[in-house]
């Protein structure tokens, strides 16, 4: 079973592979540990990872739980899929750039790889008479560029992509 969160704007992978009854194998960012689990009570979890024990109590409302590891407390949010990719769109990283009517691609200005500045041009598209420049969202990387200058575009194409 694989799980993603963000801490601080940054998004670590974790796996978890139940080995045995009580026992699994937790991959963070790519290292593996060995994870050993007792449950003395309900919401509470003594966790031997790598060696080293910890004592953790979990509680649990609709929109939060709080983990209390050797005393330290920490909250976490539940989110929905739904939420989570509203903020996708929200969050910095791959931007696909769409036409939102039909039209004809009259200039590319940079090309795929090309590191670019956010509100820079990178194409202009003939639209009902009109050319319009359609400028990067983000700073990044150019990664694709789906149309060459003289080729049609339809509504809803993606024109390119920054990352």
């Not at 593996?32 to 509470?44: K, N, Q």
């Not at 539940?78 to 200039?107: C, W, Y």
């Not at 990067?136 to 809803?156: C, D, F, H, K, N």
Request: charge should be positive.
């Amino acid at each position: 079973m694989n799980h993603s969160f963000w801490l601080e704007s940054k998004e670590y992978r974790v796996g978890l592979r139940e080995l045995a009854k009580g026992e699994f194998e937790v991959t963070v960012g790519g290292a593996g540990h060995r994870v050993l689990v007792e449950s003395p009570c309900r919401g509470e979890l003594l966790l031997n990872i790598d060696g080293r024990v910890y004592n953790v109590i979990v509680s649990s409302d609709t929109i939060s739980q709080s983990v209390h590891i050797n005393g330290r407390q920490f909250r976490f949010e539940k989110r929905s899929v739904l939420n989570m990719l509203k903020e996708e769109r929200i969050r910095p990283g791959k931007r696909e750039v769409k036409i939102s009517m039909p039209g004809r691609v009259v200039a590319v200005l940079a090309a795929p790889g090309d590191e670019v500045r956010e509100g820079q041009p990178v194409l202009v598209v003939e639209a009902m008479k009109m050319q319009n420049e359609l400028k990067s969202p983000q700073a990044g990387r150019l990664s694709r560029i789906g149309y060459q200058a003289g080729e049609y575009v339809e509504a809803g194409a993606v024109l390119f992509t920054v990352e």
